[in-house]
């Protein structure tokens, strides 16, 4: 594969492509019988999404739990293997890495996860949690070198040095996860996939790092794929949000553009399910409230995975499944009630 | 910085005392585990010290045979005249020497069989388990038995056979731990982070896997102990020269009626040592909030 120049200077350029999912899947098998196992199914947890993430933007994914998100996340860090479909990173197909291949990549494109307590090893110390990156890559050798520079990292993360030989369970929950931010960001990567980053911290600790990641996007040209279920934070944070349901991307938009004008059924239940602080507003907006459960996605809907919940759902969406369609500048959604809506005369 | 940073900054949460130190007040305060402890290291001192404390050569006879404790033998001696008290003190060693070696190989097989079942699955675990399972399906000591055997008898040949005989407890208990280790997100940092699987195993996985093994390693020490007792006993242990705890017992049948001596201190030997191990085991099960646990 074509890799990089060390600093990534020069492969940098806002708005070309760093990652693209081209129709990825995965499907769980479902395996029952205690002796004799058997496939008695598939749970179809990423069920053809596409999708290109920019270099340096904020791409936000969201949906209730259990969509897909997680999955879509553990695919592109090589911790899944798809079903089907493609990962392209700068160009090259992330199936077809070699070892040498692999390690350059894991070196551009590292994690932070959800919960502060289960993603630190509970015996190692901060030290070793933030330096072994750097052991294992290689880049430096020396005890000493690996130490002043987790120092460095914890530094940029907001911790003081004196935190360095303290295990996970004698720091609170945001200075683990400030510890999770220093070993994501201690190879320098260029995408940095954030799974819930926020979502296990106190709202005002929230805040504090999700400035954190603010201050180090910038400082460090990082983009993210910030996956969410916290629409304000989501919009806070992200230049363009993509809307998954069941396996599925049903809207996909620049940020602003997605909150003010929500184009799919499924989008617009989500997000009149967030208060609006302004109350004039919250008065006058249209009030849709999902009922229902969500589908399994062992047997999703035929048709329009949503119409089993769509207030708009006709015996169109059960047979037809909805692709995503353009409706506005960098804005598309998956419905088959769209186009009629801004087709038709009002 | 921030707000929050700050606070971080000074250290939020205190440090907590050494597991160590946790661990001696806790032994302190439980009486069984501070018997255990005492008597154990009696064993151990003996054990250790063997050659100095031993008042007499425990092969050498003498035609005082079979007479009672006294102050020239303290524990009397056995039907060819020789000191109990010389011989039960080199059967210590053996003992102690058999127990902790058996187990020390069994945990190192029984883990490494274990750890590399579930971490890599797929036909690894299941050849792997398949061996497991078949040695589950027998008591342990039923093994040990066949293998001596098959080996023939001798500290080497015992020591192999109660080793082999435990590995599956050993492999059980890593692998299903490691089941568990493996879904921790500390993993899929490790491995988005290019950790190699080796040193994922090592680094990452068995040092949260311990507790349950020690556990475990605690337990099984007074089985092997047992089951080499048993095995001497039966006349499948070491050498019939070696003053073992099961052999003098064993020996001491036919004079049960005239020299009780002979039958109750090999005995209480045995009982004692295995006794304090388990009240032992019992309290660092506690300690380390363990459940489970399986022996002969
Ligand atoms: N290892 C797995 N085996 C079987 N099903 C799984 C596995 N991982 C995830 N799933 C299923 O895939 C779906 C999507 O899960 P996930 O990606 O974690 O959702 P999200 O992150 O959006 O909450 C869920 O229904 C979940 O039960
Ligand atoms: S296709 Fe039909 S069911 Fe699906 S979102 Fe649109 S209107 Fe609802
Ligand atoms: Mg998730």
């Known amino acids: 594969m074509t890799m990089v120049d060390p600093d990534g200077g020069s492969t940098r350029r806002p708005g070309k492509p760093l990652l693209e999912l081209c129709d990825l899947r995965k499907h769980f098998p479902i395996r029952q019988g205690a002796l004799f196992q058997r496939t008695v199914g598939q ?16 791409l936000g994914l969201v949906g209730e739990s259990g969509c897909g998100k997680s999955t879509i996340g553990r695919c592109i860090l090589k911790l899944e293997e798809p079903t089907s479909g493609k990962i392209l990173f700068d160009g090259a197909d992330t199936a077809g890495f070699d070892r040498q291949d692999t390690a350059a990549f894991r070196r551009r494109v590292q994690a932070i996860f959800q919960d502060p307590f289960s993603s630190l090893n509970p015996r190692m110390k901060v030290e070793d949690i933030v330096g072994e990156p750097l052991l294992v890559h290689g880049v430096e050798r020396e005890h000493s070198a690996i130490a002043a520079r987790v120092r460095r990292l914890l530094d940029v993360c907001g911790l003081s040095a ?19 931010i220093a070993r994501a960001l201690a190879l320098r990567p260029d995408l940095i996939i954030c799974d819930e980053a ?30 969410g279920h916290d629409l304000s934070v989501v919009r806070h944070i992200c230049h363009r949000v993509a809307v998954m349901y069941l396996g599925k991307l049903v809207e996909l938009s620049d940020c602003d553009r997605l909150f003010e004008t929500p184009q799919h059924p499924y989008t617009k239940a989500l997000l009149s399910a ?17 009922t229902g459960e969500i589908p399994s996605p062992t047997n999703p809907p035929s048709g329009c995975v949503f119409h089993t919940r769509c207030p708009l759902a006709d015996a169109d969406c059960r047979s037809v499944v909805p692709e995503l369609k353009t409706v506005g500048p960098d804005h598309a959604a998956a419905c088959l009630k769209i186009d009629q809506r801004i087709t038709e005369p009002a | 910085m921030t707000q929050e940073a700050v606070l971080d900054r000074a250290g939020a949460a205190p440090r907590r005392s050494s597991g160590w130190a946790r661990f001696a007040s806790l032994i302190l305060a439980d009486k069984k585990a501070l018997v255990g402890l005492v008597i154990l290291s009696l064993f151990v001192v003996a054990a250790v010290l063997g050659p100095v404390l031993s008042p007499y050569d425990p092969n050498a006879m003498d035609f005082d045979m079979i007479v009672g404790p006294s102050w020239t033998h303290p524990l009397g001696t056995d039907d060819l ?114 950790v190699s699987d080796f040193r994922i195993m090592w680094r990452h996985i068995l040092p949260n896997a311990t507790a349950p093994i020690i556990v475990q390693a605690t337990v099984s020490v007074s089985y092997a102990i047992l089951g080499e007792a048993s095995l001497s006993f039966l ?62």
């Open chain 1, 198 to 227: 926020v979502s296990a911290l106190d709202v005002s600790i929230q805040a504090q790092i999700i400035r954190l990641l603010e201050d180090l996007r910038d400082e460090f040209d990082l983009t993210y794929l910030f996956i």
């Open chain 2, 81 to 194: 005249g020789r000191d109990l008290l010389s011989r039960l003190i080199v059967g210590t060693q053996i003992s102690l020497f058999v127990g902790v070696s058996t187990v020390a190989i069994a945990l190192v097989l029984g883990v490494g069989l274990g750890v590399l079942a579930g971490y890599l699955g797929g036909w690894v675990d299941h050849v792997i388990m398949r061996y497991i399972d078949l040695q589950w399906a027998f008591p342990n000591f039923i093994i040990a038995v066949y293998l001596v055997a098959v080996l023939g008898t001798g500290l080497v040949n015992v020591i192999v056979a109660i080793s082999l005989a435990f590995v599956d407890d050993f492999a059980r208990i890593a692998r299903s731990m490691v089941l568990s280790i493996k879904e921790e997100q500390y993993i899929a940092a490790a491995r988005t982070v290019g």
């Open chain 2, 235 to 296: 006349g499948l242990g070491v050498e019939a020269a070696t003053p073992t705890w099961g052999l003098i017992l064993s020996e001491s049948r036919s004079f049960i009626s005239r020299a009780w001596w002979l039958g109750i201190f090999p005995g209480l030997a045995i009982m004692l040592t295995v006794l304090s191990i388990n009240f032992l085991g019992d309290a660092l099960r506690d300690f380390l909030d363990v459940r489970e646990g399986r022996g002969i």
């Open chain 1, 43 to 58: 749970a179809k947890a990423v069920d053809g999404v596409s999708l290109t993430i920019r270099r340096g933007e904020t």
């Open chain 1, 162 to 180: 004196g935190l360095a030989d303290r295990y996970p369970h004698e720091m609170s929950g945001g200075q683990r996860q400030r510890v999770g």
């Open chain 1, 274 to 290: 967030v208060p609006v602080p302004d109350p004039e507003i919250e008065e006058r907006r249209e009030h849709q409230v999902l």
